[in-house]
Nanobody
Framework: VQVVESGGGSVQAGGCLTL??????????IGWFRQTPGKEREAVAA????????YYVDSVKGRFTISQDGSKNTLYLRMNSLKPEDTALYYC????????????????????WGQGTQVTVSS
């Protein structure tokens, strides 16, 4: 499975960006994570690729939307009302098998990771 993110950039606070993640291979669930220097990587959003249920951490609820296209080969993270604290390197992560009992936000759930795409929000 190959995972390639794109769509990062620099925006002002209040602006929006959409990150894309192109995946080759079988997917079961996907997650978006982010990391800033000196901090641990944190989950942002996740979903099962065979359903519509989505999961968000509290800090992005109502602002970010995770979705996929009809082919399920491209996944998105729409980010609205961006804040300076959203500045980070964003990663797309893919699990190709069920991980029963494991949190959708657990890094260990996801075997395949992209290289990351930088998002910078200025005040």
């Amino acid at each position: 499975v190959q995972v390639v993110e794109s769509g990062g950039g620099s925006v002002q606070a209040g602006g929006c960006l959409t990150l894309s993640c192109v995946v080759s291979g079988v997917t079961h669930s996907i997650g978006w994570f982010r990391q800033t220097p000196g901090k641990e990587r944190e989950a942002v959003a996740a979903m099962f690729t065979n359903g519509t249920t989505t999961y968000y951490v509290d800090s992005v609820k109502g602002r970010f939307t995770i979705s996929q296209d009809g082919s399920k080969n491209t996944l998105y993270l729409r980010m609205n009302s961006l804040k300076p604290e959203d500045t980070a390197l964003y990663y797309c992560a893919v699990a190709s098998e069920p991980r029963i009992g494991m949190s959708m936000f657990a890094e260990q759930r996801y075997k395949y990771w992209g290289q990351g795409t930088q998002v910078t929000v200025s005040s």
